[in-house]
């Protein structure tokens, strides 16, 4: 088992390395490896010390490899021909379709898996199915920014190497039909989910279950998920593949003496193989995420001991259920679903012997609890926040899931394939039963104390991680109990500003911009990150994102520098998932259930800091913002122009332009930043948001704010921005383009 941890150990060095080791280290390192072969019978150390080495090998060498494949737009529209096939079931978002294929560029051997997106395909591509596209190359990361997922690394984790956009062309074509069986029948067994059942969310979740494709679940679905603690439920998990598996072995031995296979096969040895193959289907039916690979593996493990009649502890199952997955895969660990599924076995492995005198009832609510606590930590890490409610939710949640549900479902899918019209009536009572059961979960969701959701610091966790294994231990209970002074820097951990400080996160939105900014008691939005044609894509997949680890108030401020139908829609997608609390709009909204003021020369205190709205342009139609703590001040200047900007520096006293720090208005472009604006200002930092890359009119914008002394951030360039401006100035300045240099950050 050490060895099995200290392979994991090399891995994740390799894995999280700021550069790639050079020769002259391997050199050494084999020089290491030949010592400690010589002795590695007899040493434990050494032993692990070769583990290590070997997982330090295996992450560098798919780290170079990915690296040497990778490929990033060296021009603004650079386009490719690629034949290729494609490996995932296209998941569909309004008119485009997404989907992975792997692919080749003319007489280029080497195969790429590229990420594509497909806007109104007139033949959509089935999984399995080979096609010649046009693609427009795109770089692997449109945005990058602090929260939400960081697409880089899943590339990385995922394998791809390039990311396009199929153009519209005549040159696009179907050559061949789908050869892959488990991905086709996948597909199928979704499309007729989707068709047996009405309610869209049913249907998402039905699918999730079926065949573990989550693309279809909302976001409100994931939220109550999250708040309830049932994230590891949604999915094709472990627990299924087990309890089928065990399933599948007991009718195997009912079967075994009606079928003439006892001629050849005694019956354990039977229904082994036939519950492994069973488990081994349905994980590939799901997949084959990290969970399922997990328990397949630790199955074959076992029955292989018990063929060969050999005896294995569950721990060096665990083990070497462990180093097989990172061989199949070494960049595992950068997906949450690798810790969270083999710490919750390891933990049950740990805690899972049944004291004396208690029931089975009674165990299962201990191991319950001990699963809970030991995994707070990582479920702090990975999601900001650990569910109060669902160590209550999951005592009755994974039952009925787990025999009720998932068999319902795996039942009405594999009919689905043979019997349509019986597995539609079984699906159809999948529906009904979710219709039934998914009003509790939102309302234990919707609780006060569902959620307990703080941000620790980094020294928190090493200290977490000792506290754990100390509660897990067998020791006296007052002994243990000294962990939960664990807890304790939690309670002190700040998560908001303090009084007069404002925390103001200018957010990378691609071509949009969006600034969040978050007082002692309130949260402000100014603008929603979308900009033309986009309909509130980017306040999904950027804003919400941001605003997830603030917990689940809604927005008190919502600012729209203009209107625009983008924004618009922006704004009714943020007030529908998140709630919005109040919305300040530059010009006249065309009209709204929602709360909303029209902008207007004013001034107000919102927790210590002045908020002061300045409003020109033709019929007052744009809105900036100028947030003033003390002597020093932040001007969002929104989508003034240079007419409304020399409106201002006429009509205003001089002192109420002036900042510390300016967002550009008009995304940098050429329309704002005057040179009299410029020339008039006593800015010390600006940045830059959204527009288009490497634009000339907006390099010679900053060029214009370089010259005059102005030091110049660029979202385009630096990722999102986070400072914190108070009564002393800019307190704190970062990037997100500064942060570790994992092998996915690092530039081509």
């Known amino acids: 088992m050490i060895a099995g941890l200290s392979f994991m150990g090399g891995v994740l060095l390799g894995l999280g390395a700021a550069r790639q080791p050079d020769d002259w280290w391997w050199l050494l390192a084999a020089i290491g490896v030949?010592?400690?072969?010589?002795?590695?019978?007899?040493?434990?150390?050494?032993?692990?010390?070769?583990?290590?080495?070997?997982?330090?090998?295996l992450a560098t060498v798919t780290s170079g490899q990915w690296l040497e494949s990778r490929v990033t737009p060296r021009a603004g529209d650079e386009r490719w021909l690629v034949e290729g096939r494609v490996l995932t079931v296209p998941a569909r978002s309004?008119?485009?379709?997404?989907?992975?294929?792997?692919?080749?560029?003319?007489?280029?051997?080497?195969?790429?898996?590229?990420?594509?997106?497909?806007?109104?395909?007139?033949?959509?591509?089935?999984?399995?199915?080979?096609?010649?596209?046009?693609?427009?190359?795109?770089?692997?990361?449109?945005?990058?920014?602090?929260?939400?997922?960081?697409?880089?690394?899943?590339?990385?984790?995922?394998?791809v190497h390039l990311a396009g956009r199929v153009l519209p062309s005549r040159l696009n074509e179907r050559l061949e039909l789908a050869t892959t069986p488990i991905d086709t029948a996948r597909a199928r067994i979704a499309m007729r989910i989707d068709a047996a059942i009405a309610d869209p969310d049913a249907a998402a979740l039905v699918t999730a279950l079926a065949v573990g494709l989550t693309d279809g679940l909302s976001l409100d679905q994931w939220r109550v998920f999250n708040a309830t603690g049932t994230t590891h439920l949604v999915a094709i998990s472990g627990l299924h593949v087990t309890l089928f598996a065990l399933l599948a072995f007991a009718g195997a031995r009912r079967l075994w003496r009606w079928l003439p296979a006892r001629r050849w096969f005694d019956r354990e040895p039977f229904a082994l193989l036939v519950g492994l193959a069973a488990a081994g289907g349905y994980s590939l039916l799901a997949g084959f995420s990290v969970p399922t690979q997990?328990?397949?593996?630790?199955?074959?493990?076992?029955?292989?001991?018990?063929?060969?009649?050999?005896?294995?502890?569950?721990?060096?199952?665990?083990?070497?259920?462990?180093?097989?997955?990172?061989?199949?895969?070494?960049?595992?660990?950068?997906?949450?679903?690798?810790?969270?599924?083999?710490?919750?076995?390891?933990?049950?492995?740990?805690?899972?012997?049944?004291?004396?005198?208690?029931?089975?009832?009674?165990?299962?609510?201990?191991?319950?609890?001990?699963?809970?606590?030991?995994?707070?930590?990582?479920?702090?890490?990975?999601?900001?926040?650990?569910?109060?409610?669902?160590?209550?939710?999951?005592?009755?949640?994974?039952?009925?899931?787990?025999?009720v549900f998932v068999?319902?479902?795996?039942?009405?899918?594999?009919?689905?394939?043979?019997?349509?019209?019986?597995?539609?009536?079984l699906l159809e009572l999948a529906g009904s039963l979710y219709a039934v059961c998914w009003p509790a979960l939102v309302w234990a969701a919707d609780l006060g104390l569902a959620q307990w959701r703080v941000s620790p610091p980094l020294a928190w966790y090493a200290l977490a991680a000792i506290a754990t294994g100390v509660v897990l231990l067998r020791w006296p209970v007052r002994l243990r109990a000294t962990a939960w002074c664990a807890l304790l820097p939690l309670l002190g951990a700040p998560s908001t500003p303090a009084p007069g400080t404002a925390r103001v996160t200018v957010l990378d939105a691609g071509r949009g911009a969006a600034v969040l900014v978050e007082t002692a008691s309130h949260v402000a939005l100014f603008d929603t990150g979308?900009?033309?044609?986009?309909?509130?894509?980017?306040?999904?997949?950027?804003?919400?994102?941001?605003?997830?680890?603030?917990?689940?108030?809604?927005?008190d401020l919502l600012v729209l520098p203009s209107i625009t139908p983008d924004r618009a829609a922006g704004a009714a997608l943020l007030a529908h998932e998140r709630g919005v609390?109040?919305?300040?709009?530059?010009?006249?909204?065309?009209?709204?259930?929602?709360?909303?003021?029209?902008?207007?020369?004013?001034?107000?205190?919102?927790?210590?800091?002045?908020?002061?709205?300045?409003?020109?342009?033709?019929?007052?139609?744009?809105?900036?913002?100028?947030?003033v703590a003390g002597a020093h001040a932040l001007l969002l200047g929104g989508d003034l122009d240079a007419g409304a900007e020399r409106r201002l520096l006429a009509g205003a006293a001089r002192p109420r332009l002036?900042?510390?720090?300016?967002?550009?208005?008009?995304?940098?472009?050429?329309?704002?930043?005057?040179?009299?604006?410029?020339?008039?200002?006593?800015?010390?930092?600006?940045?830059?948001?959204?527009?288009?890359?490497?634009?000339?009119?907006?390099?010679?914008?900053?060029?214009?704010?370089?010259?005059?002394?102005t030091r110049v951030l660029d979202t385009r360039r630096d990722g999102a921005i986070e400072l914190t401006i108070g009564t002393h100035g800019i307190e704190s300045l970062a990037s997100a383009r500064a942060m570790y240099p994992f092998a996915w950050r690092r530039p081509p």
């Open 407 to 425: 068999p319902l479902i795996l039942a009405g899918a594999l009919g689905a394939l043979w019997f349509p019209a019986a597995g539609a009536v």
């Open 530 to 555: 979308d900009s033309w044609n986009t309909a509130g894509a980017r306040a999904r997949r950027v804003v919400l994102p941001a605003l997830a680890p603030l917990g689940d108030p809604p927005i």
């Open 94 to 159: 309004g008119t485009e379709l997404r989907f992975d294929a792997a692919v080749r560029q003319g007489q280029d051997p080497l195969v790429r898996r590229a990420r594509l997106a497909w806007r109104e395909a007139a033949t959509p591509p089935r999984v399995g199915e080979r096609w010649r596209w046009l693609v427009r190359i795109e770089p692997l990361a449109e945005t990058r920014n602090f929260a939400g997922l960081d697409p880089e690394r899943v590339a990385f984790r995922d394998g």
């Open 581 to 627: 609390a109040r919305i300040v709009v530059g010009g006249d909204w065309p009209g709204s259930a929602l709360r909303v003021e029209r902008c207007r020369n004013a001034a107000e205190r919102i927790d210590g800091l002045v908020f002061e709205w300045l409003t020109t342009g033709p019929g007052d139609r744009y809105c900036a913002l100028r947030i």
């Open 34 to 57: 030949g010592a400690a072969l010589t002795v590695v019978r007899r040493c434990a150390a050494a032993r692990a010390g070769v583990a290590l080495l070997a997982g330090l090998w």
């Open 658 to 709: 002036t900042a510390d720090i300016q967002i550009l208005a008009r995304q940098a472009g050429g329309a704002g930043s005057a040179p009299q604006w410029i020339e008039s200002s006593r800015t010390e930092w600006v940045i830059a948001t959204g527009g288009i890359d490497h634009s000339r009119a907006r390099e010679a914008t900053l060029a214009r704010w370089r010259a005059r002394g």
């Open 294 to 403: 997990r328990t397949w593996l630790m199955l074959a493990i076992f029955s292989a001991a018990r063929l060969a009649a050999r005896r294995i502890g569950a721990g060096r199952a665990w083990s070497l259920a462990l180093v097989l997955v990172l061989l199949a895969e070494p960049t595992a660990p950068l997906a949450a679903g690798f810790w969270l599924s083999f710490a919750a076995v390891g933990v049950l492995l740990v805690a899972g012997g049944r004291e004396e005198g208690t029931s089975g009832m009674a165990q299962a609510f201990r191991l319950q609890f001990w699963v809970m606590v030991a995994l707070a930590p990582l479920t702090f890490a990975v999601f900001g926040a650990v569910s109060i409610a669902g160590f209550a939710v999951n005592l009755v949640a994974i039952p009925a899931i787990s025999f």
